[in-house]
């Protein structure tokens, strides 16, 4: 691959929870095309010997809860959302080691 012959070792990128969970509620349905097209992408960095990092949110929150909270990134029901998206990229990609929880956590605290 590209990043192989550049010689790349280690690559930092982020799933897109409003694509895995495209209304972004714990209850709403998994877009499976999405987590196939993250499984595929993490085997072949692994079978290049890239190192994957992983962020897990990166500022792109689905538009569905915008519309369902009353608030952005509600306090009470986002962790609940949140959780069940990491949990099912988790499972998805249990291959990976390296996690980033928030992309610049202090850009917006």
């Known amino acids: ?3 192989k012959e ?3 070792f280690r690559y930092r990128f982020s799933q897109r929870g409003a694509r895995i969970m495209g209304e972004g509620g714990r209850n709403d349905p998994i ?15 692994l079978a290049n010997d890239i190192t994957p990092f992983i962020t897990l949110l990166h ?16 306090r009470e029901e986002f962790p609940l959302d949140f959780e069940k998206c990491c949990r099912v990229v988790f499972k998805a990609l249990g291959k990976v080691k390296n996690w980033i929880r928030f992309n610049e956590p202090r850009c917006s605290s």
């Open 59 to 74: 500022w792109d929150v689905p538009s569905g809860l915008d519309k369902r909270y009353p608030e952005p990134l509600n």
């Open 31 to 45: 877009n499976l095309i999405y987590i196939d097209h993250y499984v595929k992408f993490v085997d072949v960095d």
């Open 6 to 8: 550049l010689g790349a």
């Open 1 to 3: 691959g590209v990043m």
